[in-house]
């Protein structure tokens, strides 16, 4: 899955809590997340400068970025968690600080289940499968 493809699915599938993702749609998704959200801060930075709000700066285009891909990436994380075979709700052990970062990040490097499970087939043909 190359990256254009794997943003194109998410944002088609922006709502789509069923079904699986592979490592290479959620990890491009991630990295597009990424690299938005360094752009927008940058655009922030140039357009507005230093916009300050209650201590804390506000940055309008990031949280503008962030509101649109908020449920994308959730969608794909609750896929993402389907292809290890294990059910959505996992998403939310990131409510717990570090601990459930990592947890999250272990769940979703690994490989996906082979064979269909519970939430659907593979979603990459077995020739497609990454190792």
Same mark, same amino acid.
């Given at each position: 899955?190359?990256?254009?493809?794997?943003?194109?699915?998410?944002? %088609?599938?922006?709502?789509?809590?069923?079904?699986?993702?592979?490592?290479?749609?959620?990890?491009?998704?991630?990295?597009?997340?990424?690299?938005?959200?360094?752009?927008?801060?940058?655009?922030?930075?140039? *357009?507005?400068?230093?916009?300050? @709000?209650?201590?804390?700066?506000?940055?309008? &285009?990031?949280?503008?970025? %962030?509101?649109?891909?908020? &449920?994308? %990436?959730?969608?794909?994380?609750?896929?993402?968690?389907?292809?290890?075979?294990?059910?959505?709700?996992?998403?939310?052990? @990131? &409510?717990?600080? &570090?601990?459930?970062? *990592?947890?999250? *990040?272990?769940?979703?490097?690994?490989?996906?289940?082979?064979?269909?499970?519970?939430?659907?087939?593979?979603?990459?043909?077995?020739?497609?499968?990454?190792?």
């Amino acid at each position: 899955m190359e990256f254009s493809e794997a943003i194109r699915k998410c944002f %088609s599938n922006y709502v789509t809590f069923t079904g699986r993702a592979a490592r290479p749609e959620f990890w491009w998704f991630v990295l597009f997340v990424f690299l938005g959200n360094i752009v927008f801060g940058l655009l922030d930075r140039i *357009l507005f400068g230093p916009m300050m @709000m209650r201590g804390g700066e506000a940055s309008l &285009l990031g949280s503008i970025f %962030s509101l649109v891909v908020f &449920l994308p %990436s959730l969608a794909v994380l609750v896929r993402r968690l389907h292809d290890l075979d294990r059910t959505g709700w996992w998403a939310l052990i @990131m &409510l717990i600080p &570090l601990i459930g970062t *990592l947890v999250l *990040l272990f769940f979703t490097v690994q490989r996906g289940s082979p064979r269909g499970n519970r939430f659907g087939p593979p979603p990459l043909p077995p020739h497609q499968m990454p190792s």
